[in-house]
């Protein structure tokens, strides 16, 4: 009855504080909490667009309005979509119409959740959103405004793709239902033998106490019962006065039993050791009795010891009488033998043994310290190498560690590497690292470097990097050559013409080095006289130096010698010569016309009737040939007569007739020969004839000048080129002289460079010059220039130097593609690292482009998340990316799912959770130690009384095992028992017992 009222208490206290839980519950305000949106959705399907911005103390009111902006994939701005202010809802944007819906704080003005629904989801909705707070705080004397702003990047995908918590979250929910289920039937078991157990204790209590009594009943009714007035009557007197302990000693006095009357009269003085002391000699025990009289006669170590030997535990017992015989290496032996540690039990052990070495390798294995451990162990071995190598890992010194671990291994070059590295010499450790190695090369370059040499460091250094041009001009360096240090200085700058001149010098050939020089000083006219010299070709020495000289007339003689042609030799030198009538001679003869040869003779003889007769046979007129002829034999009657014939008209046969008859012209013909001048009766005649062409020549020769009579005979011979020419040599014009010469000549090159020169354009006149000079490279350069096209000059000059990177570079930018031409600069700069992200970048595909960049930039966490992303592992994509973000929990846990270990990846999970319940039990998983693992169960559980039953697990301690058990199973009369049995309490515990 009173249990059941205890029990009708307890629930109605239970009920009211239940009520009054809920009733603060519902009275309190939700707390808010930034959560991050998701950004993966499923086309056709509905989304909840996140954004989440709490105020920082929530006892401030506020109001605020929201606008929502969403920028597509391809676009730079972000365009207003939506906005929320007082409660109205309002889409801006038409690609959103009706398909928006408002699911953030309701109906109120304080807004701290300001999510929303998309609906209908379509591939155009990805891109970045962006959520913007407009809030005002209001306090008491002031308002405050504040803004907030949050990016959603939304990636919408075909079909749903299951992620790796929910997996995760399955799968360790399946383990724990089969865990549990496996824990509780085990629990089952052992509770059912358990209480099987404690039956059949009960059973046996009971079956003594009914023997007692059976035995105190047969004894009341002995005849020595009824002799025992006195016995009885004590009795009877103790039972009147319901004093226990008394009826107790009086019972034991009327049964005549020692040993009772001994326990009861203890019980009666209440003396608990005297008391304990009986009881041990009533139940006749000698362990018992032995410990009940230790407690007696309070001696501690004896008492100790007599427990152990009650309690038949041989480690107890061993610690017990080291205890007692007061023997300190004894009693730290047997204690760790008692408490079953290994390690405590081998340092005890060494102690006892008194061997310096095991005890300093058993404290250090008792401290659990790995270093300590190792030296120790290396101690006791007494292996000198092993001990060094294990004192350099104590220390904690990396370069006595790396040291010792060499004499350890007995590498003699990785001794001497370790050792250069303690010394801390730079030097001595760049060559003990190259002999390591057993690299030659490297080995060459330390050992320079050691030795401090220069010239030999260099020649080591070209040596190891490969590169045949500085290895060539490091070994110039060295041999202490200056022509074959000029020659392979040349040849490590690629400088063509500075390569040909230092070869030159380095062959000791004067012709060459000559010809080289030029070329370096970029001197076309010594460039070509220095070819010249160089092929041993004299006449075209002779044009070359003419040309260098810029000497016209010079060089025009040096062409024809050129040229091997007689009468352009002729030619050029009577115009070198500068005598006008054999330059006019030598012009008949070079366009070898007979009359024109043997007037210009005349000419140049000075014999005026021979000219006369010369003229005469050039225009091929009969009678003028016979008249000059008569003129040259100088006969009177033969010149009358022919002047007659000539003229066909007798009365011109009197020059006073002409005169009379008033005729001008034929009265200055007959005058002038009547005065025999020649050139005047050439220009009489000429005039007489009315030719003008032929007036012109006349008078120029009349005139006596040289040039105007060249000019008037090529007027009168009608040959347009030479009319050029003749009129350039008139004007004094050398330019236009050299394209009237080209013209004649019908040289088209010569005549385009000629008239190129005579403009003055100088791109012009360098094409031209190219052409001239039939160079493919250098006339496609010359083009180039003179269309005024920067890309194409670059191209065709890089193409001119022969250079292939820079040829590659100057075609990438003339075909103005970006990409290719950040390859091929990269290229030519001959940066490994930019030229694989320029490839990456050409090739357009962003995981190598990711990788290269990183490569670029040295940053070795983006480097191995580029690389998980290159080889396209999930969890080693994970893992990098954990690590770029420096976030240690995500990395153990990223980590753990990488080396696809279950316990481990639950318990990192659990880390990154920061749930410390579940830290606990993924950690007694990972250790798989079944107490701990079922007490961080119970913790999970969050279940006291199994808590406390796993704690008394944990912690090997029967008696609280046995309470915590009772208090599980809420078996009031178990727990009595238990709780008396773990306090220790001997009338308490018979209590409980005979209770249970």
């Not at 949050?150 to 075909?158: D, P, Q, R, S, T």
């Not at 009557?233 to 226990?244: D, G, K, V």
């Not at 639950?906 to 880390?911: D, G, R, V």
């Amino acid at each position: 009855m009173e249990r059941t009222a205890h029990h009708f208490l307890s629930a109605r206290c239970f009920l009211f504080l239940c009520a009054l839980c809920a009733l603060c519950v519902s009275m309190s305000d939700g707390a808010c909490a930034e959560v991050d949106s998701d950004t993966d959705a499923v086309v056709g399907q509905d989304f909840k667009l996140g954004c989440i911005s709490c105020k920082v103390r929530q006892e401030v009111e506020a109001s605020a309005t929201v606008d929502w902006y969403f920028k597509a994939r391809g676009e730079t701005e972000f365009a207003h979509i939506y906005s929320y202010a007082d409660e109205v809802p309002t889409i801006i944007d038409e690609r959103f119409e009706g398909r928006v819906n408002w699911t953030g704080s309701p109906k109120t003005t304080d807004l701290q959740d300001a999510s929303i629904y998309l609906l209908n989801v379509n591939f155009n909705d990805s891109g970045v959103y962006r959520c913007f707070f407009s809030r005002t705080l209001t306090y008491m004397y002031y308002e405050y405004p504040a803004t907030a702003s949050k990016l959603i990047h939304l990636n919408v995908m075909a079909k749903a793709a299951r992620g790796t918590a929910s997996i995760v979250s399955e799968v360790m929910m399946y383990v724990s239902i089969i865990g549990l289920q496996l824990w509780l039937l085990v629990e089952m078991i052992y509770c059912y033998r358990k209480i099987a157990a404690a039956g059949d204790e009960a059973l046996r209590a009971s079956a003594s106490v009914t023997r007692s009594l059976l035995i105190i009943s047969h004894h009341s009714f002995t005849p020595a019962a009824k002799e025992a007035p006195c016995t009885l009557c004590f009795h009877s007197l103790a039972t009147l006065l319901e004093t226990p302990t008394l009826c107790f000693h009086s019972l034991a006095t009327l049964l005549e039993t020692p040993t009772l009357c001994f326990h009861s009269l203890a019980t009666l003085l209440e003396t608990p050791t005297l008391c304990f002391h009986s009881l041990a000699t009533l139940l006749e025990t000698p362990t018992l009795c032995f410990h009940s009289l230790a407690t007696l006669l309070e001696t501690p170590t004896l008492c100790f010891h007599s427990l152990a030997t009650l309690l038949e535990t041989p480690t107890l017992y061993f610690h017990s009488l080291a205890t007692l015989l007061e023997t300190p290496t004894l009693c730290f032996h047997s204690l760790a033998t008692l408490l079953e540690i290994p390690t405590l039990y081998f340092h005890s052990l060494a102690t006892l043994l008194e061997t310096p070495t095991l005890c300093f390798h058993s404290l250090a294995t008792l401290l659990e310290t790995p270093t300590l451990y190792f030296h120790s162990l290396a101690t006791l071995l007494e292996t000198p190498t092993l001990c060094f190598h294990s004192l350099a890992t104590l220390l904690e010194t990396p370069t006595l560690y790396f040291h010792s671990l060499a004499t350890l291994l007995e590498t003699p070059t990785l001794c001497f590497h370790s050792l250069a590295t303690l010394l801390e010499t730079p030097t001595l450790y760049f060559h003990s690292l190259a002999t390591l190695l057993e690299t030659p090369t490297l080995y060459f370059h330390s050992l320079a470097t050691l030795l401090e040499t220069p010239t030999l460091c260099f020649h080591s250094l070209a040596t190891l990097l490969e590169t045949p041009t500085l290895y060539f001009h490091s070994l110039a360096t060295l041999l202490e050559t200056p022509t074959l240090y000029f020659h392979s200085l040349a040849t490590l700058l690629e400088t063509p013409t500075l390569y040909f001149h230092s070869l030159a010098t380095l062959l000791e050939t004067p012709t060459l080095c000559f010809h080289s020089l030029a070329t370096l000083l970029e001197t076309p006219t010594l460039c070509f006289h220095s070819l010249a010299t160089l092929l041993e070709t004299p006449t075209l020495c002779f044009h070359s130096l003419s040309t260098l000289l810029e000497t016209p007339t010079l060089c025009f003689h040096s062409l024809a010698t050129l040229l091997e042609t007689p009468t352009l030799c002729f030619h050029s030198l009577a115009t070198l010569l500068e005598t006008p009538t054999l330059c006019f001679h030598s012009l008949a003869t070079l366009l070898e016309t007979p009359t024109l040869c043997f007037h210009s003779l005349a000419t140049l003889l000075e014999t005026p009737t021979l000219c006369f007769h010369s003229l005469a046979t050039l225009l091929e007129t009969p009678t003028l040939c016979f008249h000059s002829l008569a003129t040259l034999l100088e006969t009177q009657t033969l010149c009358f007569h022919s002047l007659a014939t000539l003229l066909e008209t007798p009365t011109l046969c009197f020059h006073s007739l002409a005169t009379l008859l008033e005729t001008p012209t034929l009265c200055f013909h007959s005058l002038a020969t009547l005065l025999e001048t020649p050139t005047l009766c050439f220009h009489s005649l000429a005039t007489l004839l009315e030719t003008p062409t032929l007036c012109f020549h006349s008078l120029a020769t009349l005139l006596e000048t040289p040039t105007l009579c060249f000019h008037s005979l090529a007027t009168l011979l009608e040959t347009p080129t030479l009319c050029l020419h003749s009129l350039a040599t008139l004007l004094e014009t050398p330019t236009l002289c050299l394209h009237s010469l080209a013209t004649l000549l019908e040289t088209p090159t010569l005549c385009l460079h000629s008239l190129a020169t005579l403009l003055e354009t100088p791109t012009l006149c360098f094409h031209s010059l190219a052409t001239l000079l039939e160079t493919p490279t250098l006339c496609f350069h010359s083009l180039a220039t003179l269309l005024e096209t920067p890309t194409l000059c670059f191209h065709s000059l890089a193409t001119l130097l022969e250079t292939p990177t820079l040829c590659f570079h100057s075609l990438a930018t003339l075909l103005e593609t970006p990409t290719l031409c950040f390859h091929s600069l990269a290229t030519l700069l001959e940066t490994p690292t930019l030229c694989f992200h320029s490839l990456a970048t050409l090739l357009e595909t962003p995981t190598l482009c990711f990788h290269s960049l990183a490569t670029l930039l040295e940053t070795p966490t983006l480097y191995f998340h580029s690389l998980a992303t290159l080889l396209e592992t999930p969890t080693l994509y994970f893992h990098s990316l954990a690590t770029l973000l420096e976030t240690p929990t995500l990395c153990f846990h990223s980590l753990a799912t990488l080396l696809e270990t279950p316990t481990l990846c639950f318990h990192s999970l659990a880390t990154l959770l920061e749930t410390p319940t579940l830290c606990f039990h993924s950690l007694a998983t990972l250790l798989e130690t079944p107490t701990l693992y079922f007490h961080s169960l119970a913790t999970l559980l969050e279940t006291p009384t199994l808590c406390f039953h796993s704690l008394a697990t944990l912690l090997e301690t029967p008696t609280l095992c046995l309470h915590s058990l009772a208090t599980l199973l809420e078996t009031p009369t178990l727990c009595l028992h238990s709780l008396a049995t773990l306090l220790e309490t001997p009338t308490l515990c018979l209590h409980s017992l005979a209770t249970l």
